[in-house]
């Protein structure tokens, strides 16, 4: 009994494969936090000053464990990096994105996941990952720093 409530029911690995249909990056309001990492990988992909891309593209959100950056987005929702073809900075995403869907919130039990087959097309399609991939995601979220005061 306790064996099947520590084992994640994800042993035998999970498939996904996004298909860019771009859904969760528009329409919806939300947020898109930024780590310290992820905006040193912006700075580096975008060759723009880091507090350029603070001032231009992002905004604080006051937690009460301190001050996150979250990406703006624009009056309809869309994150603001999305184009018409899709996300301009694909390549230097936010972990938040790249680790999707592989985040704790999803992965307590089946149903959970199987949740975001409402609105992602990718979740149960293509590439299977494994277990240790999946723990390697919670793990480089966990050591993340976002809190930038
Ligand atoms: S909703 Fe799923 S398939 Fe569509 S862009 Fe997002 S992650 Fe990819
Ligand atoms: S950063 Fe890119 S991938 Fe992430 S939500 Fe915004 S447009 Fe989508």
């Known amino acids: 009994m306790i064996g099947n409530i520590i084992k994640p029911f994800y042993l035998e690995g999970l498939s996904f494969e996004c298909c860019r249909c771009s859904t969760c990056c528009r329409h919806t309001p939300g947020y898109v936090f930024i780590s310290l990492n992820d905006l040193e990988l912006l700075a580096s992909h975008t060759g723009m000053d880091k507090k350029e891309i603070l001032t231009k593209y992002c905004r604080e959100i006051y ?10 987005e624009k009056p309809n929702y ?5 184009e018409k073809d899709g996300c301009i900075y694909y390549e230097a995403r936010p972990i938040q994105c790249r680790s999707y869907p592989f985040w704790k919130a999803y992965l307590g039990n089946r149903r ?3 949740s975001l087959r409402s609105f ?9 990952h494994s277990k240790e991939e ?16």
Do not use: A, H, M
């Open 134 to 149: 999946i723990e390697e995601w919670l793990d480089k979220v966990r050591q993340e720093n976002y809190y930038f005061i």
């Open 63 to 72: 937690t009460i464990r301190g001050t996150k950056i979250s990406l703006k």
């Open 112 to 114: 959970k996941w199987e």
């Open 78 to 82: 869309d994150c603001i990096f999305w």
């Open 120 to 128: 992602c097309p990718g979740i149960d399609k293509g590439k299977k």
